[in-house]
């Protein structure tokens, strides 16, 4: 089995930080893509930052300059730093990593249980 456990939520004003991280354990061969998606109250889901394995990053115009994805290879553990938040940023989070398990030769997305951010004015 794979698990995804999310950390670092919670409740901050506006032009505040808060930093999430997600960890993926289990038994995991090689892990490929990981990244961060949102969805607000009444909204769709929308991709907030992405990583490649070689680092490389992508992000929600909506958060380019104030959000920054990282990750720790070592750790099988992916973070996003949130800076100048506003409460537009207010969202359920989920980190999702795309692995592939031992004894598999596909990889496949998992997703954390999500966790509240709430930003307020």
């Known amino acids: 089995q794979v698990h995804l456990v999310e950390s670092g939520g919670g409740l901050v004003q506006a032009g505040g930080s808060l930093r999430r991280s997600c960890v993926a354990s289990?038994?995991?061969?090689?892990?490929?893509?990981m990244g961060w998606d949102r969805q607000a109250p009444g909204k769709q889901r929308e991709l907030v930052a992405t990583i490649a394995g070689g680092g490389s990053t992508n992000y929600a115009d909506s958060v380019k300059g104030r959000f920054t994805i990282s990750r720790d290879n070592a750790k099988n553990t992916v973070y996003l730093q949130m800076n100048i938040l506003k409460p537009e940023d207010t969202a359920v989070y989920y980190c999702?990593?795309?692995?592939?398990?031992?004894?598999?030769?596909?990889?496949?997305?998992?997703w954390g249980q999500g966790t509240q951010v709430t930003v307020s004015s």
């Open positions: 999702n990593v795309v692995l592939m398990r031992v004894g598999e030769y596909v990889s496949r997305s998992y």
């Open positions: 289990g038994s995991i061969s090689s892990i490929n893509g």
